[in-house]
């Protein structure tokens, strides 16, 4: 039996995105709904609730699932880290994966960082290196601000250890701190690479993205994976396995 969706933001670029692969991911869209629809109808047809809609919406969408007891994947953007917290609270009453890139290699991307930063001492210097297409409006990019996260705790060091981009006489190179580097042109859909460098030798860690399709099945399969999960705040890491143990 295919999985039902009830999906939120569905004329969106990423909503046609997931309405298209559905079939091919063993699923099956029952309510392809938008902002201003009748939201509690359309989410009590699905399985699953994926919203890719509009951040304002978020609490309303978290409250309905609730309501109905529906598992939910939230792919929505936007939000304040104060009002993403407040959020993610509430959500946890029922199973709920929010995750910022549900590319399936970047996530992966994300968990091979993390072991590399922990191995590797600060004889390792780290970069990181993004290009995207000419119209993107902010940089660095979420994914590279999260490898960047990752990067600065397993250091154990704060923002100001962060060099976004190098000009003039900028001396030597500490090994504290960590190089940020944005590159813009074309139609680039994300290119994200992490850099080790250390005397007599490199270690480059590099995603590519091709087609924004890679973020629609990711999604889908987490809804796959939501299936007889518990309560409780999911990312794309427990989707994966790679979360050896929640907290």
């Known amino acids: 039996m295919p999985l039902n969706i009830a999906l939120i933001g569905s004329r969106g670029r990423m909503g046609q995105t997931i309405a298209n692969l559905a079939p091919e991911c063993g699923a099956s869209i029952v309510a392809a709904m938008d902002v201003g629809d009748d939201l509690a109808t359309g989410m009590s047809q699905g399985d699953v609730v994926i919203d890719f809609s509009f951040h304002e919406a978020t609490a309303d969408v978290i409250r309905l699932a609730i309501e109905l007891k529906k598992p939910l994947v939230i792919g929505t953007t936007g939000h304040s880290a104060e009002r993403r917290a407040e959020l993610l609270k509430v959500a946890a009453q029922v199973p709920c994966v929010w995750a910022g890139n549900y590319s399936v290699g970047v996530n992966l991307l994300n968990a091979l960082t993390q072991q590399a930063a922990q191995v590797l001492s600060i004889d390792y210097d780290a970069e990181v290196v993004e290009m995207h297409h000419r119209f993107k409006k902010d940089a660095p990019s979420g994914t590279a601000a999260r490898l960047l996260e990752i990067i600065l705790a397993a ?32 139609d680039v859909v994300g290119e994200h690479t992490v850099i080790f460098a250390a005397l007599g030798e490199r270690l480059e860690l590099t995603h590519k993205a091709t087609d924004r399709a890679i973020f629609a099945r990711g999604a889908l399969r987490a809804a796959q994976w939501l299936q007889g999960q518990p309560g409780g705040i999911y990312d794309m890491q427990d989707v994966l396995g790679l979360n050896s143990a929640r907290s």
Not at 157 to 171: D, K, P, Q, S, V
Request: proline letters at 0%.
């Open 155 to 186: 250091r154990n060091l704060g923002g100001e250890a962060l060099r976004h981009g190098r000009e003039g006489i900028t001396g030597e190179r500490t090994q504290t701190e960590v190089g940020v580097h944005a590159l813009r042109g074309g």
